[in-house]
Protein backbone atom coordinates (compact mmCIF):
# COMPACT_ATOMS: atom_id res chain seq x y z
CA UNK A 1 0.00 0.00 0.00
CA UNK A 2 1.39 3.38 -0.98
CA UNK A 3 1.52 6.24 1.82
CA UNK A 4 -1.42 8.79 1.29
CA UNK A 5 -0.12 12.27 0.30
CA UNK A 6 -1.05 15.22 2.13
CA UNK A 7 -3.55 16.07 -1.02
CA UNK A 8 -5.09 12.57 -0.22
CA UNK A 9 -5.50 13.30 3.99
CA UNK A 10 -6.53 16.86 3.58
CA UNK A 11 -9.47 15.65 1.40
CA UNK A 12 -10.00 12.96 3.52
CA UNK A 13 -10.18 15.35 6.51
CA UNK A 14 -12.78 17.57 4.41
CA UNK A 15 -14.72 15.13 3.62
CA UNK A 16 -15.22 14.08 7.20
CA UNK A 17 -15.67 17.52 8.88
CA UNK A 18 -18.38 17.71 6.16
CA UNK A 19 -19.86 14.73 6.98
CA UNK A 20 -19.85 15.44 10.60
CA UNK A 21 -21.18 18.79 10.04
CA UNK A 22 -24.13 17.17 8.50
CA UNK A 23 -24.81 15.19 10.77
CA UNK A 24 -24.68 17.26 13.53
CA UNK A 25 -27.71 19.54 12.01
CA UNK A 26 -29.71 16.44 11.36
CA UNK A 27 -28.99 15.36 15.04
CA UNK A 28 -30.27 18.83 16.10
CA UNK A 29 -32.96 19.01 13.83
CA UNK A 30 -34.70 15.76 15.27
CA UNK A 31 -34.47 16.69 19.07
CA UNK A 32 -35.88 20.06 17.92
CA UNK A 33 -38.86 18.71 16.10
CA UNK A 34 -38.64 15.70 19.06
CA UNK A 35 -40.67 18.54 21.58
CA UNK A 36 -44.21 18.30 22.80
CA UNK A 37 -45.28 22.00 22.75
CA UNK A 38 -48.68 21.00 23.77
CA UNK A 39 -50.23 20.39 27.21
CA UNK A 40 -50.39 16.86 28.35
CA UNK A 41 -53.95 15.70 28.00
CA UNK A 42 -55.91 15.51 30.85
CA UNK A 43 -56.32 12.48 32.75
CA UNK A 44 -58.95 13.39 35.41
CA UNK A 45 -62.63 14.14 34.98
CA UNK A 46 -64.91 14.91 36.79
CA UNK A 47 -68.42 13.52 36.17
CA UNK A 48 -70.62 14.71 38.46
CA UNK A 49 -72.64 13.73 41.57
CA UNK A 50 -73.07 11.01 42.53
CA UNK A 51 -76.82 10.88 42.27
CA UNK A 52 -76.40 10.84 38.71
CA UNK A 53 -75.51 7.39 38.74
CA UNK A 54 -78.04 5.50 40.61
CA UNK A 55 -77.52 1.42 41.60
CA UNK A 56 -77.19 -0.95 38.53
CA UNK A 57 -77.05 1.81 36.23
CA UNK A 58 -74.46 2.25 33.36
CA UNK A 59 -73.72 5.99 31.84
CA UNK A 60 -72.21 6.59 28.11
CA UNK A 61 -70.15 9.42 27.98
CA UNK A 62 -68.09 10.29 24.80
CA UNK A 63 -65.66 12.91 26.41
CA UNK A 64 -63.87 10.61 27.74
CA UNK A 65 -65.00 7.35 25.65
CA UNK A 66 -65.92 5.76 28.43
CA UNK A 67 -69.12 3.91 30.67
CA UNK A 68 -69.13 4.30 34.18
CA UNK A 69 -70.94 1.41 36.28
CA UNK A 70 -72.50 1.49 39.78
CA UNK A 71 -72.83 -1.85 40.97
CA UNK A 72 -73.38 -3.86 44.30
CA UNK A 73 -69.60 -4.01 44.72
CA UNK A 74 -69.16 0.27 44.03
CA UNK A 75 -68.21 2.18 41.10
CA UNK A 76 -65.84 1.55 38.31
CA UNK A 77 -65.66 2.44 34.71
CA UNK A 78 -65.01 0.49 31.08
CA UNK A 79 -62.74 2.80 28.71
CA UNK A 80 -64.53 2.95 25.24
CA UNK A 81 -61.25 3.02 23.35
CA UNK A 82 -60.39 0.17 21.18
CA UNK A 83 -57.58 -1.47 22.01
CA UNK A 84 -57.02 -1.97 18.81
CA UNK A 85 -55.82 1.64 17.17
CA UNK A 86 -57.84 3.74 19.16
CA UNK A 87 -60.85 4.37 17.54
CA UNK A 88 -63.87 5.12 20.22
CA UNK A 89 -66.38 2.02 20.01
CA UNK A 90 -69.89 2.21 19.66
CA UNK A 91 -72.76 0.68 21.84
CA UNK A 92 -74.26 -2.62 20.01
CA UNK A 93 -77.33 -4.91 20.44
CA UNK A 94 -74.55 -6.91 22.36
CA UNK A 95 -71.78 -4.80 23.66
CA UNK A 96 -69.25 -2.55 21.71
CA UNK A 97 -67.84 -2.54 18.27
CA UNK A 98 -65.61 -0.47 16.68
CA UNK A 99 -66.56 1.68 13.84
CA UNK A 100 -63.00 1.61 12.46
CA UNK A 101 -61.64 -2.32 11.75
CA UNK A 102 -65.13 -4.22 13.37
CA UNK A 103 -63.29 -5.42 16.95
CA UNK A 104 -66.35 -6.68 19.10
CA UNK A 105 -66.28 -7.14 22.76
CA UNK A 106 -68.90 -8.01 25.55
CA UNK A 107 -70.81 -5.90 28.04
CA UNK A 108 -67.63 -6.70 30.33
CA UNK A 109 -64.94 -5.21 28.12
CA UNK A 110 -64.11 -8.92 26.74
CA UNK A 111 -62.99 -9.21 22.98
CA UNK A 112 -65.45 -11.36 21.31
CA UNK A 113 -64.06 -10.74 17.71
CA UNK A 114 -60.96 -9.59 16.44
CA UNK A 115 -58.80 -7.84 15.22
CA UNK A 116 -58.40 -6.41 18.82
CA UNK A 117 -56.47 -8.59 21.13
CA UNK A 118 -56.69 -6.74 24.74
CA UNK A 119 -59.96 -6.30 27.13
CA UNK A 120 -61.18 -2.78 26.90
CA UNK A 121 -59.62 -0.95 30.14
CA UNK A 122 -61.17 -1.05 33.14
CA UNK A 123 -60.54 2.63 34.68
CA UNK A 124 -59.99 3.78 38.14
CA UNK A 125 -63.25 5.95 39.59
CA UNK A 126 -62.84 7.88 42.59
CA UNK A 127 -65.70 9.35 45.23
CA UNK A 128 -64.93 13.19 46.30
CA UNK A 129 -65.35 14.52 49.36
CA UNK A 130 -68.36 16.54 47.87
CA UNK A 131 -69.66 13.21 46.73
CA UNK A 132 -68.56 14.37 42.81
CA UNK A 133 -67.42 11.52 41.32
CA UNK A 134 -63.85 11.31 39.31
CA UNK A 135 -62.55 9.46 36.37
CA UNK A 136 -58.99 8.77 36.35
CA UNK A 137 -58.10 7.65 32.37
CA UNK A 138 -53.90 6.94 32.86
CA UNK B 1 -36.60 29.50 -34.50
CA UNK B 2 -34.85 30.05 -31.72
CA UNK B 3 -35.52 27.98 -29.53
CA UNK B 4 -37.68 29.62 -26.19
CA UNK B 5 -36.99 28.51 -22.11
CA UNK B 6 -39.62 25.89 -23.05
CA UNK B 7 -38.30 24.34 -25.69
CA UNK B 8 -34.78 24.21 -24.26
CA UNK B 9 -35.31 22.25 -20.94
CA UNK B 10 -36.38 19.49 -23.52
CA UNK B 11 -33.80 17.31 -25.76
CA UNK B 12 -33.36 18.89 -29.21
CA UNK B 13 -34.67 15.39 -30.71
CA UNK B 14 -35.77 12.12 -29.14
CA UNK B 15 -36.37 8.57 -30.63
CA UNK B 16 -39.76 8.31 -32.50
CA UNK B 17 -41.12 5.14 -31.30
CA UNK B 18 -40.33 6.00 -27.15
CA UNK B 19 -42.11 9.30 -27.79
CA UNK B 20 -45.48 7.69 -28.79
CA UNK B 21 -48.19 8.07 -26.61
CA UNK B 22 -48.71 4.19 -26.37
CA UNK B 23 -45.77 3.72 -24.90
CA UNK B 24 -44.92 6.22 -22.72
CA UNK B 25 -49.31 7.01 -21.81
CA UNK B 26 -48.24 10.64 -21.37
CA UNK B 27 -48.06 9.68 -17.38
CA UNK B 28 -44.79 11.60 -16.43
CA UNK B 29 -45.49 14.59 -17.81
CA UNK B 30 -49.09 14.50 -16.44
CA UNK B 31 -47.97 13.93 -13.09
CA UNK B 32 -45.52 17.18 -13.57
CA UNK B 33 -48.15 18.78 -15.10
CA UNK B 34 -50.82 17.61 -11.73
CA UNK B 35 -47.88 19.00 -9.53
CA UNK B 36 -47.65 22.30 -11.04
CA UNK B 37 -52.02 22.62 -10.74
CA UNK B 38 -51.64 21.56 -7.01
CA UNK B 39 -48.58 24.08 -6.40
CA UNK B 40 -50.69 26.67 -8.05
CA UNK B 41 -54.14 26.29 -6.04
CA UNK B 42 -52.07 25.26 -3.16
CA UNK B 43 -50.80 28.68 -3.31
CA UNK B 44 -53.89 30.13 -3.82
CA UNK B 45 -56.02 28.20 -0.76
CA UNK B 46 -53.29 28.93 1.74
CA UNK B 47 -54.65 32.61 1.38
CA UNK B 48 -57.34 31.73 3.42
CA UNK B 49 -56.71 28.47 5.26
CA UNK B 50 -56.02 28.92 8.71
CA UNK B 51 -53.90 26.00 10.52
CA UNK B 52 -55.98 26.21 13.75
CA UNK B 53 -58.08 23.47 15.17
CA UNK B 54 -61.03 25.69 16.01
CA UNK B 55 -60.80 28.05 12.33
CA UNK B 56 -59.62 25.05 9.70
CA UNK B 57 -63.00 23.40 8.91
CA UNK B 58 -64.48 26.83 8.67
CA UNK B 59 -61.91 28.14 6.47
CA UNK B 60 -62.06 25.59 4.36
CA UNK B 61 -65.85 26.44 3.86
CA UNK B 62 -65.09 29.98 3.43
CA UNK B 63 -62.94 28.99 0.59
CA UNK B 64 -65.38 26.81 -1.22
CA UNK B 65 -68.10 29.18 -0.60
CA UNK B 66 -67.25 32.15 0.01
CA UNK B 67 -64.43 33.48 -2.22
CA UNK B 68 -64.85 34.20 -5.78
CA UNK B 69 -63.62 30.90 -7.38
CA UNK B 70 -62.76 29.56 -4.47
CA UNK B 71 -64.79 25.98 -4.97
CA UNK B 72 -62.83 25.68 -8.24
CA UNK B 73 -59.58 26.42 -6.58
CA UNK B 74 -60.71 23.86 -4.00
CA UNK B 75 -62.12 21.54 -6.22
CA UNK B 76 -58.75 21.77 -8.69
CA UNK B 77 -56.54 21.09 -5.84
CA UNK B 78 -58.39 17.95 -4.79
CA UNK B 79 -58.65 16.11 -8.01
CA UNK B 80 -55.42 16.81 -9.13
CA UNK B 81 -54.46 15.41 -5.89
CA UNK B 82 -56.38 12.17 -7.04
CA UNK B 83 -55.62 12.04 -10.05
CA UNK B 84 -51.44 12.50 -9.65
CA UNK B 85 -51.62 8.95 -7.59
CA UNK B 86 -53.44 7.31 -10.41
CA UNK B 87 -50.83 9.02 -12.67
CA UNK B 88 -47.54 8.00 -10.58
CA UNK B 89 -48.73 4.59 -10.30
CA UNK B 90 -49.75 4.09 -14.05
CA UNK B 91 -45.86 6.30 -14.84
CA UNK B 92 -44.73 2.96 -12.02
CA UNK B 93 -46.50 0.59 -13.80
CA UNK B 94 -45.32 1.76 -17.53
CA UNK B 95 -41.48 1.92 -16.34
CA UNK B 96 -42.08 -1.68 -14.64
CA UNK B 97 -43.64 -3.34 -17.84
CA UNK B 98 -41.26 -1.37 -20.33
CA UNK B 99 -37.79 -2.95 -18.49
CA UNK B 100 -37.24 1.16 -18.68
CA UNK B 101 -36.23 0.74 -14.82
CA UNK B 102 -32.81 -0.94 -15.87
CA UNK B 103 -28.75 -0.07 -16.15
CA UNK B 104 -28.40 2.99 -15.90
CA UNK B 105 -31.76 4.14 -14.59
CA UNK B 106 -31.96 2.13 -11.44
CA UNK B 107 -31.30 4.86 -9.11
CA UNK B 108 -33.82 7.21 -10.73
CA UNK B 109 -36.08 4.18 -10.58
CA UNK B 110 -35.78 4.61 -6.48
CA UNK B 111 -36.28 8.79 -7.01
CA UNK B 112 -39.54 7.82 -8.89
CA UNK B 113 -40.95 5.49 -5.80
CA UNK B 114 -39.66 8.01 -3.74
CA UNK B 115 -41.51 10.84 -5.58
CA UNK B 116 -44.81 7.96 -4.95
CA UNK B 117 -45.06 7.63 -1.69
CA UNK B 118 -44.43 11.69 -0.95
CA UNK B 119 -47.39 12.40 -3.23
CA UNK B 120 -49.34 9.15 -1.15
CA UNK B 121 -47.98 11.25 1.94
CA UNK B 122 -48.87 14.71 0.18
CA UNK B 123 -52.73 13.49 -0.35
CA UNK B 124 -53.16 12.03 3.73
CA UNK B 125 -51.80 15.13 5.05
CA UNK B 126 -54.15 17.32 2.84
CA UNK B 127 -56.81 15.32 3.29
CA UNK B 128 -56.06 15.98 7.33
CA UNK B 129 -56.12 19.30 6.93
CA UNK B 130 -60.01 19.49 6.16
CA UNK B 131 -59.92 19.18 9.69
CA UNK B 132 -64.18 18.20 9.99
CA UNK B 133 -65.37 15.57 11.60
CA UNK B 134 -64.80 12.60 9.28
CA UNK B 135 -61.09 13.08 9.46
CA UNK B 136 -60.22 12.09 13.44
CA UNK B 137 -60.47 8.10 12.71
CA UNK B 138 -58.63 7.67 9.81
CA UNK B 139 -55.85 10.37 11.91
CA UNK B 140 -55.89 8.73 15.03
CA UNK B 141 -55.54 5.01 13.37
CA UNK B 142 -52.74 6.39 11.07
CA UNK B 143 -50.79 7.73 13.71
CA UNK B 144 -51.49 5.18 16.74
CA UNK B 145 -49.91 2.81 13.63
CA UNK B 146 -46.68 4.88 14.10
CA UNK B 147 -46.88 4.20 17.88
CA UNK B 148 -46.86 0.50 16.84
CA UNK B 149 -43.23 0.29 15.60
CA UNK B 150 -40.88 -1.13 18.48
CA UNK B 151 -38.58 1.31 19.97
CA UNK B 152 -38.86 4.78 17.90
CA UNK B 153 -42.66 4.50 17.33
CA UNK B 154 -43.07 6.70 19.84
CA UNK B 155 -40.23 9.10 18.60
CA UNK B 156 -41.52 9.24 14.83
CA UNK B 157 -44.86 9.86 16.63
CA UNK B 158 -43.67 12.87 18.35
CA UNK B 159 -41.77 14.43 15.12
CA UNK B 160 -45.06 13.33 13.20
CA UNK B 161 -47.55 15.35 15.38
CA UNK B 162 -45.84 16.56 17.83
CA UNK B 163 -47.13 14.43 20.62
CA UNK B 164 -50.49 14.86 22.67
CA UNK B 165 -53.64 13.55 21.34
CA UNK B 166 -54.43 13.52 17.33
CA UNK B 167 -57.45 14.85 16.58
CA UNK B 168 -56.61 18.33 19.49
CA UNK B 169 -53.17 18.70 18.47
CA UNK B 170 -52.25 17.37 15.10
CA UNK B 171 -53.22 20.06 12.77
CA UNK B 172 -50.19 22.41 12.87
CA UNK B 173 -47.76 19.79 12.27
CA UNK B 174 -49.82 18.02 9.34
CA UNK B 175 -49.85 21.97 7.89
CA UNK B 176 -46.18 22.30 8.01
CA UNK B 177 -45.24 19.04 6.48
CA UNK B 178 -48.44 19.10 4.05
CA UNK B 179 -47.04 22.72 2.99
CA UNK B 180 -43.33 22.75 3.75
CA UNK B 181 -41.87 19.53 4.17
CA UNK B 182 -43.42 17.28 2.47
CA UNK B 183 -43.51 19.74 -0.65
CA UNK B 184 -39.92 20.56 -0.43
CA UNK B 185 -38.35 17.48 -0.58
CA UNK B 186 -41.27 16.48 -3.79
CA UNK B 187 -40.05 19.73 -5.33
CA UNK B 188 -36.47 18.77 -4.72
CA UNK B 189 -36.87 14.79 -5.70
CA UNK B 190 -38.77 15.89 -8.93
CA UNK B 191 -36.26 18.16 -10.37
CA UNK B 192 -33.64 15.47 -9.46
CA UNK B 193 -35.91 13.10 -11.18
CA UNK B 194 -36.32 14.76 -14.08
CA UNK B 195 -32.30 15.82 -14.33
CA UNK B 196 -31.66 12.04 -13.64
CA UNK B 197 -33.79 11.08 -17.14
CA UNK B 198 -31.70 13.53 -19.37
CA UNK B 199 -28.27 12.77 -17.43
CA UNK B 200 -29.19 8.61 -17.89
CA UNK B 201 -29.58 9.64 -21.46
CA UNK B 202 -33.12 10.61 -22.15
CA UNK B 203 -35.98 8.28 -22.42
CA UNK B 204 -35.24 4.38 -22.16
CA UNK B 205 -34.24 2.86 -25.53
CA UNK B 206 -32.14 0.26 -26.88
CA UNK B 207 -28.29 0.99 -27.67
CA UNK B 208 -28.34 2.72 -30.79
CA UNK B 209 -26.70 -0.69 -32.98
CA UNK B 210 -30.18 -2.77 -31.80
CA UNK B 211 -33.06 -0.52 -32.65
CA UNK B 212 -34.89 -1.26 -35.58
CA UNK B 213 -36.76 1.95 -35.79
CA UNK B 214 -33.96 5.08 -36.03
CA UNK B 215 -36.68 8.09 -36.89
CA UNK B 216 -36.90 10.71 -34.31
CA UNK B 217 -38.49 13.71 -33.60
CA UNK B 218 -37.76 17.30 -33.12
CA UNK B 219 -38.41 19.14 -29.48
CA UNK B 220 -41.20 21.22 -31.22
CA UNK B 221 -42.60 18.28 -32.13
CA UNK B 222 -42.76 16.64 -28.25
CA UNK B 223 -44.15 20.23 -26.96
CA UNK B 224 -46.63 20.41 -29.67
CA UNK B 225 -47.69 16.78 -27.82
CA UNK B 226 -46.84 17.70 -24.33
CA UNK B 227 -49.28 20.76 -24.83
CA UNK B 228 -51.88 19.21 -26.17
CA UNK B 229 -52.02 16.39 -22.93
CA UNK B 230 -51.90 19.61 -20.88
CA UNK B 231 -54.90 20.65 -22.72
CA UNK B 232 -56.69 17.59 -22.62
CA UNK B 233 -55.79 16.87 -18.19
CA UNK B 234 -56.91 20.63 -18.16
CA UNK B 235 -60.35 19.53 -19.22
CA UNK B 236 -60.40 16.88 -17.21
CA UNK B 237 -59.59 18.47 -14.48
CA UNK B 238 -62.12 21.06 -15.22
CA UNK B 239 -65.28 19.24 -15.62
CA UNK B 240 -64.11 17.19 -13.05
CA UNK B 241 -63.78 20.23 -10.22
CA UNK B 242 -66.97 21.50 -11.75
CA UNK B 243 -69.53 18.73 -11.19
CA UNK B 244 -67.80 16.49 -8.15
CA UNK B 245 -67.12 18.69 -5.49
CA UNK B 246 -64.30 18.00 -2.95
CA UNK B 247 -65.62 16.38 -0.15
CA UNK B 248 -66.90 18.83 2.65
CA UNK B 249 -68.32 18.43 6.08
CA UNK B 250 -68.81 19.99 9.37
CA UNK B 251 -66.20 20.64 11.32
CA UNK B 252 -65.03 18.33 14.06
CA UNK B 253 -66.79 18.94 17.53
CA UNK B 254 -64.12 18.04 20.03
CA UNK B 255 -64.57 14.51 19.30
CA UNK B 256 -65.64 12.27 16.43
CA UNK B 257 -69.40 11.91 15.66
CA UNK B 258 -70.48 8.26 15.69
CA UNK B 259 -70.00 6.72 12.42
CA UNK B 260 -72.19 3.39 10.85
CA UNK B 261 -68.31 2.96 9.34
CA UNK B 262 -65.04 4.63 9.93
CA UNK B 263 -63.36 4.55 6.41
CA UNK B 264 -60.14 5.74 5.40
CA UNK B 265 -58.99 7.59 2.59
CA UNK B 266 -59.40 5.44 -0.82
CA UNK B 267 -55.88 5.28 -1.24
CA UNK B 268 -55.46 3.44 2.18
CA UNK B 269 -58.60 1.43 2.35
CA UNK B 270 -56.35 -1.17 1.52
CA UNK B 271 -53.96 -0.72 4.38
CA UNK B 272 -56.99 -0.14 6.46
CA UNK B 273 -58.92 -3.75 5.02
CA UNK B 274 -55.88 -5.49 5.96
CA UNK B 275 -56.12 -4.08 9.67
CA UNK B 276 -59.31 -6.09 10.54
CA UNK B 277 -57.22 -9.16 10.47
CA UNK B 278 -55.22 -8.63 13.53
CA UNK B 279 -52.08 -7.01 15.08
CA UNK B 280 -52.12 -3.40 13.89
CA UNK B 281 -47.53 -3.68 13.59
CA UNK B 282 -47.51 -6.44 11.29
CA UNK B 283 -50.47 -5.75 8.85
CA UNK B 284 -50.54 -2.11 9.13
CA UNK B 285 -46.73 -1.10 8.66
CA UNK B 286 -44.50 -4.51 8.15
CA UNK B 287 -46.54 -5.58 5.02
CA UNK B 288 -46.82 -2.21 3.68
CA UNK B 289 -43.02 -1.88 4.16
CA UNK B 290 -42.40 -5.35 2.71
CA UNK B 291 -44.18 -4.48 -0.57
CA UNK B 292 -42.56 -1.27 -0.70
CA UNK B 293 -39.14 -2.97 -0.41
CA UNK B 294 -39.87 -5.48 -2.99
CA UNK B 295 -40.44 -2.32 -5.19
CA UNK B 296 -37.72 -1.19 -4.95
CA UNK B 297 -35.57 -3.45 -5.11
CA UNK B 298 -36.95 -4.81 -8.76
CA UNK B 299 -34.47 -3.05 -10.42
CA UNK B 300 -31.86 -4.77 -8.44
CA UNK B 301 -32.64 -8.55 -7.92
CA UNK B 302 -34.97 -9.55 -10.38
CA UNK B 303 -33.05 -11.06 -13.61
CA UNK B 304 -32.00 -7.83 -15.66
CA UNK B 305 -33.78 -7.37 -19.20
CA UNK B 306 -31.91 -7.50 -21.92
CA UNK B 307 -30.56 -4.76 -24.02
CA UNK B 308 -32.73 -4.78 -27.24
CA UNK B 309 -36.24 -4.75 -24.61
CA UNK B 310 -35.44 -1.76 -23.07
CA UNK B 311 -38.17 0.65 -23.99
CA UNK B 312 -41.01 -2.21 -25.42
CA UNK B 313 -43.86 -3.26 -23.51
CA UNK B 314 -43.67 -6.54 -21.64
CA UNK B 315 -40.55 -7.78 -23.02
CA UNK B 316 -39.84 -11.53 -22.13
CA UNK B 317 -36.45 -11.09 -20.25
CA UNK B 318 -38.26 -9.47 -17.32
CA UNK B 319 -41.07 -11.48 -17.02
CA UNK B 320 -40.37 -12.54 -12.83
CA UNK B 321 -40.46 -8.31 -12.16
CA UNK B 322 -43.59 -7.94 -14.19
CA UNK B 323 -45.50 -10.85 -12.85
CA UNK B 324 -44.06 -9.65 -9.08
CA UNK B 325 -45.59 -6.67 -9.70
CA UNK B 326 -48.88 -7.36 -11.13
CA UNK B 327 -49.70 -9.35 -8.20
CA UNK B 328 -48.90 -6.71 -5.79
CA UNK B 329 -50.66 -4.16 -7.83
CA UNK B 330 -53.91 -6.70 -8.11
CA UNK B 331 -54.06 -7.78 -4.49
CA UNK B 332 -54.00 -3.90 -3.45
CA UNK B 333 -56.80 -3.35 -5.70
CA UNK B 334 -58.56 -6.43 -4.37
CA UNK B 335 -58.44 -5.17 -1.08
CA UNK B 336 -59.19 -1.77 -1.89
CA UNK B 337 -62.47 -3.12 -3.46
CA UNK B 338 -63.09 -5.59 -0.33
CA UNK B 339 -62.34 -2.36 2.08
CA UNK B 340 -65.94 -0.40 -0.25
CA UNK B 341 -67.94 -3.41 -0.52
CA UNK B 342 -67.57 -4.21 3.72
Redesign the interface.
Known sequence: MTQPSRRDFLKLLRDGFLWMSGALALGGL?RF?????????KTEFDLGPVEQFPLNSRTLF??P?SIPIHTESGFSALSLVCT?????V?QSADGFAC????SRFNVDGAVTH??A?KHLASLRIERTEENHLILHID | MRPSFFHHLHPPTIPAAQARWRYTLGAGGTAVFLMLVLGLTGILEAFYYSPNPQEAALSVQTITYLVPFGGLVRNLHYWSAQLLILVAGIHLLRVVFTAAYSRPRRFNYLLGLGLFILALLLDFTGYILRWDEGICYPLVTGTNLLKTIPLIGNFIYRIAIGGGEACTTALLRFYIWHIFGLTLLAVILSVWHAFRVRRDGGIAVPPPHLRTDTARISRNELVRREVLAILIVSILLILLASFFPAPIAPAMTGKPVMTENARAPWFFLWVQQMLKWGDPFAFGVLIPLILLAILALVPYIFPQPADSDIGRWFPKSNRVAQIVVIVITLTVIALTLLALVS
Do not use: K, M, Q, R
Request: glycine residues 12%; charged residues 15%.
Open positions: ILDFEPNPVPTDPHLGCAEPCHGGPS
